[in-house]
């Protein structure tokens, strides 16, 4: 079944002929002599769009597009040729820096190895660790939160303040009976991360709640919190590895891109020489 905004195109189409448009049944609106076609406006309005939706959809389209023609054709007419080429100069560059950007990536994308090994990671780390200063506060903790009269509450507690393993493993089967628990504290976490899990924790009291080898156990109306802080590291101290491990990896990569890149836009450049194609005239 043909689909309303399409047959309402063929109204306007109709109407377009009648003015004389000279583009065949395909043009779908005119402004002077600048023509908007059926193929332009295929994907305009998603299937099961209502009718009322669609037409004001496609009115839309027609009404902005009309006024940028409008507007395009003033504007043509009433700047200055110096004006125009001015423009003309800046949409040439950047068609060159689009076309020329697309043809780096592209080779990039084919050539640059992805591959960083640990050991790249680390020594790119140590080589620059006055780069990765954190404007944040990490935390190194673990918690649960169980609901007050769980019957479980006493032997969740034992096992979490427990350093055992066959007991942080009992802790584990028991987190069906927590309502939100992390337990693994040798992951760096930031304050935002923080305060949506224990929310009695506020920028102004985080020096109460978070330092090296705190344990405390808080309950409010409907639950109790239980924290155990491994390590605490306060803003402008060094990002510890592990934290800003992604971030590390991103960098290298987009060095190696970087990298790859001049060498290309030298070789080019050498190639050229060789090959007579580039001349500076003296």
């Given amino acids: 079944m043909m689909r309303f905004w399409t047959l309402l195109l063929v109204v306007v189409v109709c109407g377009a002929c009648k003015k004389g448009g000279g583009e065949g049944t395909d043009a779908v609106v005119r402004v002077n002599d600048s023509y908007l076609y059926r193929k332009d406006l295929d994907k305009m309005v998603a299937p099961g769009t209502s009718k009322e939706d669609s037409l004001v959809i496609v009115q839309n389209y027609f009404n902005h597009w009309a006024t940028q023609q409008l507007l395009l054709d003033v504007a043509e007419f009433n700047l200055s040729d110096e004006k125009k080429a001015e423009i003309q100069t800046l949409v040439d560059q950047f068609k060159t820096d689009l076309l020329t950007s697309a043809y780096l990536e592209r080779i990039v994308q084919q050539s640059v190895d992805t591959t960083v090994s640990e050991a790249d990671l680390k020594k790119f780390y140590n080589e620059h660790k006055d780069k990765w ?9 673990r918690y649960v939160n169980v609901l007050n009269g769980n019957p479980k509450l006493p032997t969740i507690k034992k096992y979490f303040l427990s350093n055992k393993k066959q007991d942080f493993k009992k802790l584990e089967d028991l987190s069906l009976q927590m309502k ?4 693994n504290d040798s992951v760096w ?9 224990l929310p009695f924790i506020t920028a102004e009291n985080i020096k109460s709640y978070l330092s ?16 155990k802080v491994n390590k605490v590291l306060d803003k402008n101290s060094i990002s510890p590895y592990e934290y800003i491990k992604p971030t590390l990896i991103q960098t290298l990569m987009n060095n190696r891109k970087m990298e790859l890149i001049k060498k290309i836009q030298k070789d080019i450049l050498d190639d050229a020489n060789k090959n007579n194609q580039y001349e500076i005239y003296k």
């Fill in 212 to 227: 090296d080898g705190l344990f405390y156990e808080i309950r409010d109306d409907e639950s109790t919190y239980m924290v």
């Fill in 180 to 183: 939100s628990y992390a337990f």
């Fill in 189 to 197: 976490v930031n304050l935002n991360q923080i305060y949506g899990k």
């Fill in 133 to 141: 200063v954190s404007n944040e506060f990490l935390v190194q903790l």
